[in-house]
């Protein structure tokens, strides 16, 4: 199947500096990219879909400005965190959909997820 | 928007037994229901799903049920194995490939 990659991982950061993380897809084109955050025992929250060439799509409640994505390329979306405060601590995982079979028949893979720790 | 809500929120089960988990959605053009499986610090994993004009899917061990009209879906797990042990979350989208939403969870637990 199709494979999603992230990097990195794991980051640990200062509050107050920036992160930014990179979702892959490395063997299909992914015009859409979903970003999903996921607090310990807790579930999945889209957080904005990213769309290649275009401004994101921000879910309510996630601040835009404090979150930034950039879908420069057909295999890349980054998301980055800035000025992070602990609170930001969290599981970021992406999703990219291959839409080789249409939107509606179109498969969705995630990538393996980066757990950014906030000090 | 879609709100999906998911029960049980913990289930534990004797290896050999079923489970089950049931999920309801609010919004009527949902047509795709996946459900994933996620292990500890993992990437969740499609383990099976289903599209609207489907009622029933059935995988070796794994079921998947969908009532349309009372807008509710169920994941069937038989023969359950200590390997099933992880968190199950259900998700509803309209289309396969656009965003989903998660039901809450569901920590199964298989006791050997």
Same mark, same amino acid.
């Given at each position: 199947?199709?494979?999603?990659?992230?990097?990195?991982?794991?980051?640990?950061?200062?509050?107050?500096?920036?992160?930014?993380?990179?979702?892959?897809?490395?063997?299909?084109?992914?015009?859409?990219?979903?970003?999903?955050?996921?607090?310990?025992?807790?579930?999945?929250?889209?957080?904005?879909?990213?769309?290649?060439?275009?401004?994101?799509?921000?879910?309510?409640?996630?601040?835009?400005?404090?979150?930034?994505?950039?879908?420069?390329?057909?295999?890349?979306?980054?998301?980055?965190? &800035?000025?992070?405060?602990?609170?930001?601590?969290?599981?970021?995982?992406?999703?990219?959909?291959?839409?080789?079979?249409?939107?509606?028949?179109?498969?969705?893979?995630?990538?393996?997820?980066?757990?950014?720790?906030? &000090? | 928007?879609?709100?999906?809500?998911?029960?049980?929120?913990?289930?534990?089960?004797?290896?050999?037994?079923?489970?089950?988990?049931?999920?309801?959605?609010?919004?009527?053009?949902?047509?795709?229901?996946?459900?994933?499986?996620?292990?500890?610090?993992?990437?969740?994993?499609?383990?099976?799903?289903?599209?609207?004009?489907?009622?029933?899917?059935?995988?070796?061990?794994?079921?998947?049920?969908?009532?349309?009209?009372?807008?509710?879906?169920?994941?069937?797990?038989?023969?359950?194995?200590?390997?099933?042990?992880?968190?199950?979350?259900?998700?509803?989208?309209?289309?396969?490939?656009?965003?989903?939403?998660?039901?809450?969870?569901?920590?199964?637990?298989?006791?050997?």
């Amino acid at each position: 199947g199709a494979v999603v990659s992230q990097h990195p991982s794991r980051v640990i950061c200062k509050s107050g500096t920036s992160v930014k993380i990179e979702c892959r897809s490395l063997d299909f084109q992914a015009t859409t990219m979903f970003w999903y955050r996921q607090f310990p025992k807790q579930s999945l929250m889209l957080m904005a879909t990213s769309n290649e060439g275009s401004k994101a799509t921000y879910e309510q409640g996630v601040e835009k400005d404090k979150f930034l994505i950039n879908h420069a390329s057909l295999t890349l979306s980054t998301l980055t965190v &800035t000025s992070a405060h602990p609170e930001d601590s969290s599981f970021y995982i992406c999703s990219a959909r291959d839409l080789a079979g249409g939107v509606v028949s179109a498969e969705q893979y995630f990538g393996p997820g980066t757990r950014l720790t906030v &000090t | 928007g879609e709100n999906v809500e998911q029960h049980p929120s913990t289930l534990s089960v004797q290896e050999g037994d079923s489970a089950v988990i049931k999920c309801t959605y609010s919004d009527s053009a949902s047509n795709y229901f996946p459900w994933y499986k996620q292990e500890l610090g993992k990437r969740p994993q499609l383990i099976i799903d289903i599209r609207s004009n489907v009622g029933e899917k059935k995988d070796q061990r794994i079921a998947v049920t969908l009532n349309k009209t009372a807008k509710h879906f169920s994941l069937h797990i038989t023969e359950t194995q200590p390997e099933d042990s992880a968190v199950y979350f259900c998700a509803a989208s309209w289309g396969a490939g656009n965003k989903l939403t998660f039901g809450g969870g569901t920590r199964v637990l298989v006791k050997p």
